[in-house]
């Protein structure tokens, strides 16, 4: 699938946002040295491709 939006949220089948989770999070995108957020701790332990992008520290 192909997307245009500015902005990507990804979410686990199981999640269940409030009302406002978009609104409060897009805030956090206003300054451009902010290109992605990943707040699981499981992804940090996991030593994939996207994973050493987002954690580069955990090589």
Do not use: C, K
């Not at 269940?16 to 332990?45: K, Q, V």
Request: negative net charge; hydrophobic residues 40%.
């Amino acid at each position: 699938p192909r997307t245009s939006g500015e902005l990507i949220a990804i979410f686990d089948a199981d999640h269940a946002p409030f009302a406002e989770f978009l609104d409060e999070l897009i805030g956090y995108f206003n300054d451009p040295l902010h290109a992605a957020y990943e707040y699981d701790a499981f992804a940090r332990n996991y030593f994939g491709e996207y994973a050493r992008v987002n954690f580069p520290q955990r090589r």
